[in-house]
């Protein structure tokens, strides 16, 4: 009925790039905030990026400011994650996260927590290593 998907994860080597898909049905993407997490193994859920409904704004964690960039194209209701100059430590299960946009009223100073977002994705695997 509602989903999100996420694609796109694999093994890449340190300093390639990837780029994640998150993929909705059953809802209208265009009234929801996005955020992108992960997990990394044995450690726990890290917030990475987030962007509101229109677009107009972004946030990153400061671990991949510079190297990932957060975009979206709500006629294909799809949200896009892509990771540059990727390291070793960027090796995680990313998920992506909808969150309703008169819930989620600013980015700012950093991504709303997880409990903010109301969907989530099984997520993808992405591991960097040589």
């Known amino acids: 009925q509602l989903q999100l998907v996420e694609s796109g994860g694999g093994l890449v080597q340190p300093g390639g790039s990837l780029r994640l898909s998150c993929a909705a049905s059953g809802l209208t993407l265009n009234y929801y905030a996005i955020g992108w997490f992960r997990q990394a193994p044995g450690k726990g859920r890290e917030g990475v990026s987030c962007?509101?409904?229109?677009?107009?704004?972004?946030n990153y964690a400061n671990s991949v400011k510079g190297r990932f960039t957060i975009s979206r194209d709500n006629a294909k209701n799809t949200v896009y994650l892509q990771m540059n100059s990727l390291k070793p430590e960027d090796t995680a299960i990313y998920y992506c996260?909808?969150?309703?946009?008169?819930?989620?009223?600013?980015?700012?100073?950093?991504?709303?927590?997880?409990?903010?977002?109301?969907?989530w994705g099984h997520g993808t695997q992405v591991t960097v290593s040589s």
């Open positions: 962007i509101t409904s229109s677009g107009g704004s972004t």
């Open positions: 996260a909808a969150g309703s946009a008169r819930r989620i009223t600013t980015l700012q100073p950093m991504c709303p927590q997880a409990l903010t977002y109301e969907y």
